[in-house]
């Protein structure tokens, strides 16, 4: 197959996630569940945007995925499986937010002393949907192979590869602190998008952003935990599906790394801090002292 063909195999699988993920929004504005004021949060110009972003982003990458051609029924049960389960135990954190703690360590402490918040209750769901979908993900013992390895291995490897899964949702929200940019780290994966079985997910992965890109930056919208955590299962998928036990294993410990420094150190400051990644950060987002707020009368 030549490289034209497998590339536009590429831009019919982005333009067809694209398209899912703006229709997904178009209806979920129109009749928003639950009424459009339980989906409303005011971000930090004081502005009112809606969350409606994160489920269009969701159920988009879903509809994606199971129109995604060269990918195997179980995959894609695997894929939809993650992206559904970080999309709904993230919209239980959004719509339902209980207890103080912040962070994965946050979160983990409160579960350690008895008390289940919904960021708690994410960090459980999300780490089951992540172990059930890396089960039916997980690649199998070797060439020629229909069936993952078993015993000690197959269970290591099948922790590694959940814990990837459930680790990937939650570093992509851990960049959802400013329009766009949690979008846009998603994009920056466009690279590993082919016709393999990963490339394919991560090219509905990628179509999906961009689909949504515009209302984030706009600051119309954003993806909240339902969004960013679907989009991050959804990666954490394709690198299960896409990377050898290695690869799986240093992805783990970069995710691991990544989490605990967020603990410690501000992404934000960081990136505020590096010429390049504030440019890019700042790509299509509207400067700082620019408001869609009417000035104030004079008095």
């Given at each position: ?16 996630a694209g398209l899912t993920a ?6 979920l504005r129109s009749r928003p ?267």
């Amino acid at each position: 197959m030549s490289c034209r063909s497998r590339l536009a195999g590429v831009v019919v699988t982005v333009a067809v996630a694209g398209l899912t993920a703006r229709g997904a929004w178009t209806a979920l504005r129109s009749r928003p569940p639950g009424g459009a004021q339980r989906w409303d949060r005011v971000n930090h110009r004081a502005e009112t945007v809606t969350l409606l972003e994160g489920p269009a982003y969701a159920l988009g990458a879903a509809c994606a995925l199971v129109l995604a051609p060269g990918v195997s029924p179980r995959l894609k049960t695997a894929a939809v499986l993650a992206t559904l389960g970080g999309g709904l135990f993230g919209a239980v954190d959004d719509l339902h937010e209980s207890g103080k703690s912040k962070g994965l360590r946050g979160h983990l402490g409160e579960l350690a002393q008895g008390r289940v918040t919904t960021g708690g209750l994410k960090v459980l769901g999300i780490g089951g949907t992540g172990l059930l979908a890396a089960a039916l993900a997980t690649p199998p013992r070797g060439p020629g192979s229909a069936q993952p390895q078993a015993g000690a291995g197959g269970l290591v490897d099948l922790l590694v590869n959940g814990a990837v899964i459930a680790g990937s949702a939650n570093l992509v929200n851990l960049f959802d602190l400013r329009p766009g940019r949690a979008l846009k780290v998603v994009l920056l994966t466009a690279p590993l998008a082919g016709r393999s079985p990963a490339g394919r997910l991560v090219s509905v992965a990628c179509g999906t952003a961009a689909g949504l890109l515009r209302p984030d930056l706009a600051e119309q919208s954003m993806l909240g935990d339902t969004g960013a955590n679907a989009a991050g299962a959804l990666l954490g998928t394709a690198a299960v599906a896409g990377l050898g036990r290695r690869g799986r294993v240093l992805t783990l410990l970069a995710l691991a790394g990544l989490t605990l420094a967020s603990e410690r150190v501000s992404f934000t400051k960081v990136i505020a801090r590096t010429p390049v990644l504030r440019e890019f950060d700042a790509l299509g987002r509207r400067p700082p002292e620019h408001s869609r707020r009417p000035p104030e009368p004079p008095q």
